[in-house]
Structure formats: structure tokens, C-alpha cells
């Protein structure tokens, strides 16, 4: 009983630093583990202590692993988007405007978290703060892989240098990110179909090689 309390203790709601601003948790997501320590606990105290331990650990490892599943897809996310945006950006600053206002353009247009992080601090820049200074934040609630362009932005908004072969760096390096993790993920395709191979296809095919033989084994026995 001591170890289904710990564990619901445990898998309490916590304040993590996200690597983007998420919303405030829901209803619903604060009263989850609540409610699975009450129940590992009443079925520790009615059914069986095996049973109670073993959704004790059920919720003590789902938030984990929800919170790691969104924190990967959110990193899928900036590195599918960067090549987007510094193309833009490289479009929208060879038309003649200046980084503020190439910023602004770029974060109008684009829905996801690096468009959004743009949008957030031209919106800071536009209450008064300097742009490099509302730049500098990106990499900490976006994600690693705009540091690279953060740094060319705030580069020339605060010493005005050209941007374009710097853009074109980092367009470069973006595109290869994600080039790296389309060959990443196609090889952990064979490792995702392993499971539903084994639990779908293996038993049919030795059901399928084993119960001739079996049947000609049962019928030559009776016979």
C-alpha cells in the first residue's frame, strides 16, 4: 500500500520547463492522476496489492511519456518548419525590407512554433522592447534549431550586417536537420513494423505452416 501511495504521489501534475509555452493544464489532465491513484488504491485494497501496484505504475509512467511524446513532436515541428521560414525570410528581406519588418511578415504568415515565436516577439518589439532583445528568448521556448537563425536576426538588427549569405547558411544547415531526421525516422520504420509484425502476421503464417501438419499428426494418432 506503501508503494501505491509513493507512486501516485508520484505522478502528481509538476511544473516542468516546457521547450515551448503549452497552456495551462486542463481540468481534466490536473484530475488524472488523482483519479488512477484512487483507483490503484482501491483495487490494491479490494482486489488484489499485484493489481494496485501495477496501475499505480501505469500512472506514475503515462504523464512521463506523454509529456516525452509532446516534447519530441514539438521538436519535429520547428525542424519541419525552419527551411520554411528562412526562405521567407531570405524572400522577404531581398524585397528590401529590414529584419523588423521581415519578422513581422514571416510570423503573419506561418502557424507553427517558430512562426509563432517570430510573431511573439515582433509583438514585443512592437510595445517598445528592442527586436534582438525579443529575439534572444527563441532558442529556450521554441527549441534548439532556431538559435542559428536567431542569431543572424539579432546580428543584424543590432549591427545592421547583410543577411542574405548568412540566411543562406542557415537554410542550408536546416534543410540537412531535416534531411538527417527523414533518414532517421526511415530507419526506425523496420523497428515500428517489428511489433505488428510479430503480433499480427508471425502467428497466422504458423498457424498456417503448423496446423496441416498437426492435423495429418491428430488423424494418423487415430487412426
Not at 504521489?9 to 497552456?23: D, E, L, Y
Not at 532583445?133 to 539579432?154: K, M, N, Y
Not at 540566411?167 to 544547415?173: G, H, K, N, R
Request: glycine share 6%.
Amino acid at each position: 500500500m506503501a508503494v501505491v501511495v509513493l507512486w501516485g504521489w508520484q505522478a502528481r501534475p509538476r511544473q516542468v520547463r516546457s521547450p515551448s509555452p503549452v497552456p495551462l493544464p486542463s481540468p481534466a489532465s490536473r484530475t488524472g492522476p488523482a483519479l488512477g491513484f484512487a483507483s490503484a488504491a482501491v483495487i490494491a485494497l479490494v482486489v488484489h496489492p499485484v493489481a494496485g501496484i501495477a496501475l499505480g505504475l501505469l500512472v506514475w509512467v503515462a504523464p512521463h511519456r506523454r509529456r516525452a511524446r509532446q516534447r519530441r513532436r514539438h521538436r519535429v515541428a520547428v525542424t519541419e518548419e525552419m527551411p520554411e521560414v528562412v526562405d521567407l525570410l531570405r524572400l522577404a528581406i531581398s524585397s528590401g525590407l529590414n529584419v523588423h519588418l521581415a519578422v513581422v511578415a514571416v510570423g503573419e504568415r506561418l502557424q507553427g512554433p517558430v512562426g509563432r515565436g517570430l510573431a511573439g516577439a515582433a509583438r514585443k518589439a512592437n510595445t517598445g522592447m528592442r527586436l534582438a532583445d525579443a529575439l534572444e528568448p527563441l532558442p529556450d521556448t521554441v527549441g534548439e534549431p532556431v538559435r542559428p537563425l536567431t542569431r543572424v536576426l539579432i546580428d543584424g538588427d543590432r549591427y545592421g550586417i547583410d543577411l542574405e549569405p548568412a540566411l543562406e547558411q542557415v537554410a542550408t544547415d536546416s534543410r540537412l536537420l531535416r534531411r538527417r531526421h527523414a533518414e532517421e525516422q526511415a530507419r526506425q520504420l523496420p523497428l515500428r513494423l517489428l511489433l505488428p509484425l510479430v503480433i499480427f502476421i508471425l502467428p497466422a503464417f504458423i498457424l498456417l505452416t503448423l496446423a496441416p501438419v498437426i492435423a495429418e499428426i491428430l488423424i494418423a494418432i487415430r487412426q
